[in-house]
């Protein structure tokens, strides 16, 4: 199973970033899907969640009408499209999936808010 990641930078606030997550190695459409986050001397948080179909999705409350998750199943990659981005998103966000009760990650994307 890989998980890789992509799509962070640095951005002003107010601005936007589609991360995307290619997956390998597992059938992507039979599984759910997450993103994290993790700020400097935080903890890692669960940002939003998708389901296997792509038509239930749940988000944390820091980012909910900011940030869509989607995914295309035929390319095996699940999005996080990040609008009004502000300072506090800075984090390194992270893939992730519960694979056959193993719990998998990526190597995480850098996204950076500041003017």
């Known amino acids: 199973v890989q998980l890789v990641e992509s799509g962070g930078g640095l951005v002003q606030p107010g601005g936007s970033l589609r991360l995307s997550c290619a997956t390998s190695?597992?059938?992507?459409?039979?599984?759910?899907m997450r993103w994290y986050r993790q700020a400097p001397g935080k903890e890692r948080e669960l940002v939003a969640f998708?389901?296997?179909?792509?038509?239930?999705?749940n988000y944390a409350d820091s980012v909910k009408g900011r940030f869509i998750i989607s995914r295309d199943n035929d390319k095996n990659t699940v999005y996080l499209q990040m609008n009004s981005l502000k300072p506090e998103d800075t984090a390194v966000y992270y893939c992730?999936?519960?694979?056959?009760?193993?719990?998998?990650w990526g190597q995480g994307t850098q996204v950076t808010v500041s003017s």
């Open positions: 998708i389901n296997f179909a792509g038509r239930i999705t």
């Open positions: 992730n999936g519960i694979i056959v009760s193993s719990n998998y």
């Open positions: 190695g597992f059938t992507f459409s039979n599984y759910a």
